[in-house]
């Protein structure tokens, strides 16, 4: 599976985004699927998962609330809504396919990521 991610940009705190994640190669439905981001001189960390059909969705205590996780498997894509951004949430953001899980070790494929910069 080869991942695209796209969507980020720099936006005020308060703003909202809406990331993307299209797949190809082979159809995502039969993966679950996480975001995860790496801000400048952190490690990478779980944002987002979500499950093959979509029903179960688990979040980072850090987003939850603000972000949501949602895919259109029809479309081959998986999307990160994220409202109400913090200066905290700037990063590089990945998306992965894999298994229903909160670990980086979890996922076989990733995406290039894409830059979310908040700024006050």
């Known amino acids: 599976v080869q991942l695209q991610a796209s969507g980020g940009g720099p936006v005020h705190t308060g703003g909202s985004l809406r990331l993307s994640c299209v797949a190809s190669?082979?159809?995502?439905?039969?993966?679950?699927m996480g975001w995860f981001r790496q801000a400048p001189g952190k490690e990478r960390e779980f944002v987002a998962v979500?499950?093959?059909?979509?029903?179960?969705?688990s979040f980072a205590d850090s987003v939850r609330g603000r972000f949501t996780i949602f895919r259109e498997n029809a479309k081959n894509t998986v999307y990160l809504q994220m409202n109400d951004l913090e200066t905290e949430d700037t990063a590089v953001y990945y998306c992965?396919?894999?298994?229903?899980?909160?670990?980086?070790?979890?996922?076989?494929?990733w995406g290039q990521g894409t830059l979310v910069t908040v700024s006050s």
């Open positions: 190669g082979r159809p995502i439905s039969g993966h679950d």
């Open positions: 992965a396919a894999g298994s229903y899980s909160r670990y980086i070790s979890g996922y076989r494929f």
């Open positions: 979500i499950s093959e059909t979509g029903r179960l969705k």
